[in-house]
């Protein structure tokens, strides 16, 4: 153990002036909105659901609840359930772009993700994904915070538009990746990545690169 832990920090003691990239997982890499959306479909195919067109706003249970009383908790049943984060799909392109993005010369790639707080599942799950979809390596990239703010970081690439916590200026630039909820919402000046696969992510670190190099 002592000695895996030294390697660690050999290897990203070298490296101090490295751009690090934080990502997150659902809404980014994991595609959660629409899980939920064919998972609630099959679990509830008698009560009315919201497509993803006309999802608005981050959390979906107040959505749903706003629909129709008791809808919310339908929603948090479908997301609690054992499997559910586990067999979550890839946003098209994310895993390709995260390697890439970590083999990319002076960049550290860090997963930063918020669990439910109903972690029963969800924790163990996250990082079946992570190994199924990225490899075992990718474990020790993980960062679980329920605050994203304290974390150290360049970037944060983060589906939710609003990132609060105990630091009011945390280290990271927001950048909100574009997801179905926060289409129509408004960032206040923060940038987007609107995807995975046409490319504009590159450009993005490169930007960033510059500023830290
Ligand atoms: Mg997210």
């Not at 919310?72 to 994310?94: M, Q, T, Y």
């Not at 163990?124 to 960062?143: D, P, R, S, T």
């Not at 360049?154 to 990746?177: C, R, Y």
């Not at 046409?198 to 670190?205: E, K, N, S």
Request: net charge neutral; glycine share 6%.
């Amino acid at each position: 153990m002592a000695h895996r832990v030294s390697n660690f920090r050999k290897h990203y003691s070298d490296r101090q002036s490295n751009l690090r990239v934080l990502v997150d997982m659902d809404g980014v890499l994991c595609d959660f909105e629409l899980y939920l959306l064919e998972s609630y479909k099959q679990k509830y195919p008698n009560e009315p659901c919201i497509e993803l067109q006309d999802r608005e706003g981050f959390w979906v249970k107040d959505q749903y609840e706003k629909l129709k009383e008791g809808l919310g908790a339908n929603c948090v049943n479908v997301h609690n359930c054992k499997g559910f984060f586990k067999n979550l799909p890839e946003i098209p392109g994310s895993i390709e772009a995260v390697k890439e993005l970590s083999q990319m010369e002076n960049v550290d790639v860090f997963l930063c993700t918020s669990p439910l707080n109903y972690y029963k599942y969800c924790m163990q799950e996250k990082y079946a994904w992570v190994e199924k979809h990225l490899g075992k390596n990718w474990l020790e990239k993980i960062i679980i915070t329920k605050d994203k703010t304290v974390v150290n970081g360049h970037v944060l690439i983060d589906d939710k538009p609003n990132i609060t916590g105990a630091m009011l200026q945390p280290s990271w630039e927001h950048i909100v990746f574009t997801s179905c909820h926060n289409t129509g919402t408004n960032l206040h000046g923060k940038r987007r990545l609107d995807n995975w696969t046409d490319g504009t992510w590159r450009d993005l670190i490169e930007e960033f690169k510059k500023r830290v190099g």
